[in-house]
């Protein structure tokens, strides 16, 4: 079964977010699906199957309820003592092993195509 992961909170949050997805898709057998008011952060992300708009969709939609439904919130858990990274926090609250060097993964066009030129050089 598919699962939602509900983030909440401001767009740092869900980038960081984001350092979890492969490790949650890969523990839960198939790409995730995620409730944000961020949907362009998970877009064109192999291991998200759907990021629906919370600020539109009702969290009683039948998309998110025909699925397994997991939230979990790192500013109201341990991270609050200043000992853990925000990505620490959100593997541990998710079940997922840790590893300092995860790093958040955006998939942009953008990222995909923009090359830069620098004049004079």
């Known amino acids: 079964m598919i699962t939602t992961y509900i983030i909440e909170g401001g767009l740092g949050k869900h980038v960081a977010f984001t350092a979890c997805v492969d490790a949650l898709a890969e523990r839960d057998g198939s790409p995730i699906q995620v409730y944000t008011p961020y949907v362009g952060v998970f877009g064109g992300n192999p291991n998200v199957k759907m990021a629906f708009e919370s ?20 500013y109201k858990s341990n991270w609050q003592k200043g000992e853990q990274h925000i990505i620490e926090s959100y593997c541990e609250l998710f079940d997922v092993e840790y590893d300092k060097d995860k ?16 004049s004079g050089r």
Not at 55 to 74: C, G, Q, V, Y
Not at 103 to 118: H, S
């Open 55 to 74: 600020t539109t969709m009702p969290l009683r939609h039948p998309d998110i309820t025909n699925t397994e439904i997991k939230f979990a919130e790192p």
């Open 103 to 118: 790093r958040q993964a955006l998939f942009t066009e953008k990222r995909k195509t923009k090359t830069i030129k620098l």
